[in-house]
């Protein structure tokens, strides 16, 4: 029999998981008083939050409009503004959707802003955080 404190892990808890990720834009929102937004927070989306845009009539006779619902729904807070609505990200310059889409990407297919990367002197892998906000 192995003692609790010989198997790995054991008496070590768990640090919370983190689901929102701040970010800056590289342009920014611009509101209709000319205020620019820059600074968010996007969390991870959810399966429902993937699957619920498919059934969206915008999405069903336009299908490049699923990016936009999709972000509305994950991004939680940019600038001052009290709700993200698809209008607002129909809004953002197109640099502003990209940084976007590429954020989204690399979030949740890993779960975290940080990249793979290999040392070309050495060949060894190791992770760094994703290029810095609003690159």
């Known amino acids: 029999?192995?003692?609790?404190s010989a198997q790995p892990g054991a008496g070590v808890a768990p640090g919370p998981t983190v689901t929102e990720f701040p970010f800056t834009l590289p342009h920014g929102y611009v509101d209709q008083d000319g205020n620019r937004h820059r600074e968010g927070v996007m969390r991870l989306a959810t399966a429902f939050d993937e699957i619920a845009?498919?059934?969206d009539p915008r999405v069903q006779s336009n299908p490049g409009y699923l990016?936009?619902?999709?972000?509305?729904r994950v991004?939680?807070?940019?600038?001052?503004l009290d709700y993200i609505h698809p209008k607002i990200i129909e809004g953002l310059y197109?640099?502003?959707l990209t940084y976007l889409q590429g954020l989204y990407q690399r979030?949740?297919?890993s779960g975290h802003d940080r990249l793979l990367v290999t040392c070309p002197h050495c060949d060894g892998d190791f992770e760094?955080?994703?290029?810095?906000?609003?690159?």
Do not use: H, Y
């Open 107 to 109: 979030l949740n297919r």
């Open 67 to 72: 990016v936009i619902i999709l972000l509305s």
């Open 1 to 4: 029999m192995v003692a609790a």
């Open 94 to 96: 197109a640099v502003d």
């Open 53 to 55: 845009p498919l059934k």
């Open 128 to 135: 760094v955080e994703g290029p810095p906000p609003g690159e």
């Open 75 to 80: 991004i939680t807070r940019l600038g001052d």
